[in-house]
């Protein structure tokens, strides 16, 4: 992916500008793709489901640290229920297939635009 993206920068980069314009490409590009990772990968834990087995607490809720630890003191242990990254998968597969739905002409607009479309026009 990386390297198509690369191309297709490297493509409508503006030669007037050289690689100032490559690189604002590529930071936008980068900023834009990597802060959506962080926030899903911290809403892993948030999504599990897991369960209190054995003990004094057994069938309280285990989603928490502080859970987690009173079902270990209380001599039990968490079992997973439901692991919250595959309910994200289904989120964000059900959120991709719309968002494809709906911005893939525009997307294919902006693909189908000639060169010149994305060069700096000096007046």
Do not use: H
């Not at 503006?14 to 930071?27: A, C, E, R, S, V």
């Not at 902006?110 to 007046?123: F, G, H, M, N, V």
Request: with cysteine.
């Amino acid at each position: 992916m990386f390297v198509s993206v690369m191309g297709f920068f490297a493509r409508i980069s503006d030669p007037i500008i050289g690689g100032t314009y490559m690189t604002l490409l590529n930071t936008v590009y980068n900023l834009g793709g990597n802060w959506p990772n962080t926030l899903v990968l911290s809403l892993v834990d948030d999504l599990t489901w897991a369960t209190c087995t054995e003990g004094t607490l057994s069938g309280q809720a285990c989603q928490k640290p502080e859970q987690r630890e009173a079902c270990k003191s209380a001599g039990g242990t968490c079992s997973t229920d439901v692991d919250g990254f595959y309910v994200q998968m289904v989120i964000c597969t059900v959120f991709g297939l719309f968002w494809f739905r709906f911005f893939r002409k525009r997307i294919s607009a902006l693909q189908d635009l000639p060169e010149s479309a994305w060069r700096i026009r000096a007046k």
